[in-house]
């Protein structure tokens, strides 16, 4: 059972163990958001509006007499959806692509290497503002305007592996045994980019969480859901922040970067156990 | 580079091109024009040519940005031509750039080399923090971090002597105002020769002008060197370590070549050139991070320009700020792949 002992491997990794724990508890947090907050974030109470943290109101309420820690706990269940489907759309295409273009090489490797320039070269942030805004809020513009947009770095990277890996003994002998090219790319050539492509995967994931909360916050993108970036973006037009409420600004953006700290160390750590040379933390 | 600036034009045509004709003619009426609005709207589907079929409509907007005809939009923050919008903003975010980069590259340099010639140490391992935090604080709540702890107004420590917002505070301004702060025509308050305030100031010698504008872009700058400096650190620090691994670098020490001598000239010299190719992505998050700064700040610049015409459906002015955004990200590119060309002989184009 390769893949448990690869699990075990990674659990005693320190940065893989605490990466883990990290995603677990904002996963925990995401899911049972409606059993664990102690407020409906959405009914507002115009008896109650930007009270201060206090044990009733841990992190206060917000300008409409909103709980915000039940607020922030709903948050993350947007910044997960959209972090991992974005991700997984970026990756996806980034495999692809990328097995493609190296495997195949000449004229489909040209154009789709052109294509990988473009979508490098352009401003992706910008160039996600004017498609969101022209689409219009909604979970699925905002997951597929992140992933449509950032899957080039994934192509680019995967391709310069496979076209080495495609010049080696066994996939040679997998052709000399007339196995097909879909055949040859998933089962010969996958197994040996999936170090990295899990290890991208993960960073792929948080810039997602990242550039989902920069659009809302900028106000555009699913401005409707709760989101953290929402709440910060709350904040900052309400005028909290100049009145200095920390409350209702600080703890949105430490929970953004805590779940993206937490993918990033997984990331390392998947990084570290598939590729042994990097052991021992010499390099990174 | 040409196929780069087709294809953005070609994606940008294809984004405008969906919306209905009869809100692309709306939007594109000079608000500051006496000519009749029926009439200008004719004469917009003309010049837009929208009754020809989709492939010349692309030539007619081909035409139209070459003559710098981005269309106008008619907004509270600011009503016009797109391209005179896009005169007015943009020398404040390429001073705002300019600072960044500066600041990046004289820290950078020296430290990524500092820590790349000792890996293992107190500093190397600090740094590593440092840019892992780099990666992970979103810029936009490090913005408004920066602001409360910083900001004058907010907690008023006494660290918080830094503005909130705007390019310089109107009581620094001289009065009354010299012609070189005076726009000739419209007599609005635009500096000059290079439009950017404070070097304009430092120019003409108003050193306290100079001092205000500075004083209103340090959070700014600190916002956006943030990540970037956390990117490029790393990247300079590993291609060190890379470098220093090396054969010459062995033969270097053999022969008695002084340390100094052997990091400065052996090592660094070899670690910088995959670097500068590093500098033309770390451009491509500056102009994103330009957007979210620029929002924060009230920095009247390009990026708050194109959040503000995206949040306000102002199709040209989204349309015209990406299309520039995408011109200096492709003669970024350009002006990196000559310098790497410069400083690494083997390479040829």
Avoid: C
Avoid at chain 2, 48 to 60: E, M, S
Avoid at chain 2, 126 to 140: C, E, H, L, M, Q
């Amino acid at each position: 059972m390769r893949g448990t002992g690869l699990f075990i491997e990674f659990l005693h990794n320190r940065k893989g163990a605490a990466g883990l724990a990290i995603v677990a508890a904002f996963t925990f947090m995401a899911l049972f958001a409606p059993f664990i907050s102690p407020y409906n974030p959405t009914s507002t109470n115009p008896q109650a509006f930007l009270l201060p943290p206090s044990p009733s109101h841990p992190f206060g309420t917000d300008n409409l007499g909103q709980d915000l820690l039940s607020r922030d706990l709903y948050g993350a269940q947007i910044s997960l959806i959209v972090g991992l489907a974005a991700a997984g759309v970026a990756v996806a295409i980034g495999l692809v692509t990328g097995l493609v273009s190296g495997y195949f090489g000449g004229l489909v490797d040209e154009v789709i290497m052109r294509i990988v320039d473009f979508f490098i070269v352009i401003p992706a942030l910008v160039i996600m503002i004017v498609v969101a805004a022209l689409l219009g809020p909604g979970l699925l513009n905002v997951i597929a305007v992140i992933g449509f947009l950032s899957w080039a770095p994934v192509a680019r990277i995967i391709r310069s592996m496979v076209l080495s890996l495609r010049e080696r003994p066994f996939v040679e002998s997998a052709r000399a045994n007339n196995g097909g090219s879909l055949y040859i790319m998933f089962r010969h050539i996958f197994p040996n980019v999936s170090s990295v492509l899990y290890g991208n995967a993960m960073l792929a994931v948080s810039s997602a969480i990242f550039t989902q909360a920069a659009l809302v916050f900028l106000g555009v993108g699913n401005v409707t859901s709760i989101s953290w970036g929402g709440i910060i973006r709350e904040a900052y037009t309400t005028g909290a922040l100049t009145a200095g409420d920390m409350a209702w600004v600080v703890p949105p953006g430490i929970f953004i970067f805590t779940l993206i700290f937490g993918f990033i160390l997984i990331g390392y750590a998947v990084e570290e156990i598939m590729n042994p040379r990097l052991r021992g933390g010499g390099s990174g | 580079m040409i196929p780069t600036l087709f294809g953005l034009t070609l994606l940008m045509f294809l984004l405008e091109r969906a919306i209905p004709n009869s809100i692309l003619a709306s939007q594109y009426v000079n608000p500051q024009s006496t000519v009749p609005i029926t009439e200008q709207l004719h004469n917009a589907y003309i010049q837009l040519g929208l009754n020809n079929p989709a492939p010349i409509q692309f030539l007619y907007y081909l035409n139209d940005i070459f003559h710098g005809n981005l269309g106008y939009m008619n907004t509270s923050y600011y009503s016009g031509s797109v391209s005179s919008a896009i005169l007015q903003y943009f020398p404040n975010t390429a001073q705002l750039v300019i600072f960044s980069m500066a600041v990046t590259l004289v820290i950078a340099i020296p430290l990524g080399t500092y820590i790349g010639a000792r890996p293992g140490s107190v500093a190397d391992h600090a740094s590593r923090v440092f840019s892992i935090t780099g990666f992970a604080i979103p810029t936009f709540w490090l913005g408004l971090m920066l602001q409360i702890a910083f900001g004058k107004g907010v907690l008023n420590l006494p660290i918080s002597v830094f503005p909130l917002g705007g390019v310089v505070s109107n009581s620094a301004l001289p009065s009354p105002l010299p012609s070189w702060l005076l726009n000739p025509t419209s007599g609005a308050l635009s500096s000059s020769p290079t439009h950017m305030v404070f070097f304009d100031a430092m120019l003409h010698g108003d050193f306290a002008l100079a001092e205000n504008a500075f004083v209103h872009m340090v959070l700014p700058i600190i916002t956006l060197t943030y990540a970037l400096l956390a990117g490029l650190l790393r990247f300079i620090r590993s291609g060190m370590v890379d470098s220093a691994s090396k054969e010459y670098v062995k033969t270097a020490r053999a022969k008695g070549v002084p340390e100094r001598m052997v990091i400065r000239t052996h090592i660094r010299k070899n670690a910088m050139i995959p670097a500068v190719t590093v500098i033309a992505l770390l451009i491509a998050d500056l102009l994103g991070g330009v957007v979210v700064t620029e929002t924060i700040f009230g920095y009247p610049g390009m990026g708050l320009l194109s959040v503000n015409a995206a949040i306000t459906d102002e199709i040209y002015g989204v349309v015209g700020t990406t299309l520039v955004f995408g011109v200096i990200m492709v003669v970024a590119n350009l002006v990196v792949d000559v310098v790497y060309a410069l400083l690494d002989p083997r390479i040829r184009y």
